[in-house]
């Protein structure tokens, strides 16, 4: 069975480091649950897994802007996450192809 190539893969960082580590964690206090609500969220929204991606990473290297999720193609780079704008994006970038650019990392740390 041939697989359908990806319309977007999602990175999400699931690091989770140890209290007063000197980095911080994407996996954070209250927002342990974002990989599993994004999962979820999609599904009841209708988003084809067979060509969205959701995939669990470890550090993509933006510790102090965590949670994040790295969007591609294009590395769009989202900061900060919370569940009301995990479903913004999944609404607006995913589904309509339209960059939630409110959510993304300033340029000047992407460079």
Request: aromatic residues 10%.
């Amino acid at each position: 069975m041939q697989m359908p190539k990806p319309k977007n893969i999602i990175y999400m960082c699931q690091v989770k480091r140890p209290p007063n580590f000197p980095k911080p964690s994407c996996v954070r206090e209250g927002r342990e649950d974002l990989f599993t609500y994004t999962q979820q969220k999609m599904m009841e929204m209708g988003i084809d897994p067979m060509t969205n991606w959701i995939v669990p990473t470890g550090c993509l290297n933006r510790c102090n802007f965590g949670p994040v999720m790295l969007v591609e193609p294009g590395s769009y780079m989202y900061v900060d996450l919370t569940k009301e704008k995990i479903e913004k994006i999944l609404k607006e970038h995913i589904q309509e192809g339209k960059v939630v650019k409110e959510y993304l990392i300033p340029e000047e740390f992407w460079a």
